[in-house]
């Protein structure tokens, strides 16, 4: 398997523009996560899906974020309009179910400019 | 509020010493502590796990040490290489499957 799979794997967009990240999770896997990573704040959890339904999005931060998941092999999650202070790495992680390893994508790295 | 918290920030190990890194929680809900390893440009992937039943677990070099009373839990690198160097992660699992990962801490082993 090819593991978790991103893109892109980085993004430099400037200031009110709209971002779209994609995922594709572990085929199989029935969880999908979508984390920010940055030096400040560390690894924060934005949302989760479980078989495709979202479960819990308290740590979307503002109405500006949105994700979805269509079907049990995509993901998005999109930022309209893009601040400077969404620049960061976000991370798309699945698991096959609960409590078990949460496998992570190689990251989208953001700048907004 | 932080619902995990890691200690030391960062952490300088010369090679074949041992690394100690430290994470306390509150929520006596969580059922599951995994530690993950990250390095540059890369996700973090799953290194070693422990359950709140067991007091300990070692794979390889590393080591979990866990105190329910205490509600801590630490990673030991035993014998620690240059090639650990990488940001550490403790976490914590809570009600439905959610994970609350703790700051981080970046080990830098010296050769």
């Known amino acids: 398997d090819a593991g978790v799979i991103q893109s892109p794997r980085h993004e430099v967009t400037e200031m009110g523009q709209e971002v779209t990240l994609r995922c594709k999770p572990i085929?199989?896997?029935?969880?999908l996560f979508w984390y920010r990573q940055t030096m400040m704040r560390g690894l924060e959890l934005l949302i989760y899906?479980?078989?495709?339904?979202?479960?819990?999005d308290s740590g979307m931060p503002e109405d500006r974020f949105s994700a979805k998941m269509p079907n049990a092999s995509f993901s998005t999650l999109k930022i309209q309009p893009s601040e400077p202070r969404d620049s960061a790495v976000y991370f798309c992680?699945?698991?096959?179910?609960?409590?078990?390893?949460?496998?992570f994508g190689p990251g989208t790295r953001l700048t907004v400019l | 509020q932080q619902q995990v918290k890691q200690s030391p920030q960062s952490l300088i190990v010369q090679k074949g010493g041992i690394s100690i890194i430290n994470c306390a929680y509150e929520?006596?809900?969580?059922?599951?502590f995994p530690w993950y390893q990250q390095f540059p440009g890369k996700g973090p992937a799953l290194l070693i796990a422990?359950?709140?039943?067991?007091s300990e677990k070692k794979e390889g070099r590393f080591t979990i040490s866990f105190n329910k009373s205490a509600k801590q839990f630490s990673l030991h690198i035993m014998d620690s290489q240059p090639g650990d160097s990488a940001t550490y992660f403790c976490?914590?699992?809570?009600?439905?499957?959610?994970?609350?990962f703790g700051s981080g801490t970046k080990l830098n082993v010296k050769p």
């Open positions: 929520n006596t809900a969580f059922d599951y």
């Open positions: 992680a699945s698991s096959p179910g609960v409590g078990d390893t949460q496998y």
């Open positions: 976490a914590a699992r809570g009600g439905f499957n959610k994970f609350y």
């Open positions: 422990i359950r709140p039943d067991v």
């Open positions: 899906f479980n078989n495709n339904v979202p479960i819990d």
């Open positions: 085929s199989g896997h029935d969880y």
